[in-house]
């Protein structure tokens, strides 16, 4: 039962005949959701139609935080540290985004030590941009690639680092594997066929990596490569591999020659995380 707001005030104040009115007090969420990583996690979008290019709320992050629990009554708060552009060496280093400790890894593990056990769910994306140069004009440059992975383990070790030591192992963590958008090359004719065949093989290879890590600091690993049928390449009637369809369906790869997700690609990554959280 509701006690009266008279039994809540001190006698003292009472007996005086005074009227003590508490100062409000806004509390704070249970929790948090903390969203880390590159354009995917700022839910970047090119310009299409009449809509400029930029971040949106359209974004995996945004699609995933919508169906956690405490997102519609405000218990749970979003904070999304996502740059675009965002490589690993420049989240541990910065010179991409704007953040007052210096790097996205720093704004991160200050968030997490400023709310010790608060921090319920925690995402991240990172790495294809450490590799994206690597397919220039329809073309797969294998050692642009394979040093791409070096970097990739050498920094996504360090970050995972950073982020265990100051969360304890405390929010529930996912990773996610990429999808491939350069199998749109596959459109171009036999060459462009050639390449895409072998930019999966390669993203096998940069996906190895990350998941291996990711589960080495205890986090789950949402599988975006499956969900976005990469491998899959039997043909569908109209001759087109099922792989290949699905780039052009769930990206801007077919339309703008862009590599980011849709709104409904991104909502397809976002079920790939919400998987994880069964």
């Not at 991240?124 to 383990?153: E, F, H, M, R, Y």
Request: proline share 5%.
């Amino acid at each position: 039962m509701r006690r009266p707001l008279i039994a809540l005030l001190p006698a003292a104040a009472l007996t005086a005949g005074l009227l003590v009115t508490a100062p409000a007090v806004q509390a704070d969420p249970t929790g948090y959701y903390l969203a880390l990583g590159d354009s995917l996690a700022a839910g970047y979008q090119p310009a299409h139609g009449s809509v400029p290019a930029g971040d949106t709320d359209e974004g995996y992050v945004n699609d995933l935080y919508a169906t956690l629990p405490g997102a519609a009554d405000g218990s749970l708060q979003l904070q999304n540290l996502g740059c675009s552009g965002e490589t690993t060496t420049s989240m541990i280093s910065g010179g991409i985004c704007n953040y007052a400790e210096g790097s996205q890894l720093n704004a991160a593990v200050a968030f997490i030590t400023a709310h010790p056990g608060q921090i319920k769910y925690l995402t991240l994306d990172i790495g294809a941009n450490d590799v994206d140069k690597c397919a220039p004009g329809g073309s797969i440059d294998a050692a642009c690639v394979l040093q791409g992975i070096g970097t990739i383990a050498k920094n996504l070790n360090t970050i995972l680092s950073a982020l265990k030591k100051a969360d304890h192992g405390t929010p529930v963590s996912i990773g996610m594997n990429y999808y491939d958008p350069f199998l749109q090359y596959w459109t171009t004719g036999l060459q462009g066929e050639l390449v895409a065949t072998a930019s999966v093989a390669l993203l096998v290879a940069i996906n190895t990596v990350e998941q291996t890590l990711y589960g080495l600091y205890g986090f789950k690993v949402a599988n975006v490569f499956t969900a976005y049928k990469t491998a899959n390449f039997s043909k569908t009637p109209q001759g087109t591999p099922i792989n290949v369809q699905t780039i052009c369906t769930l990206t801007y790869m077919c339309s703008v020659q862009n590599i980011h997700p849709n709104a409904q690609g991104y909502q397809v990554i976002a079920n790939a995380f919400a998987a994880k959280l069964g």
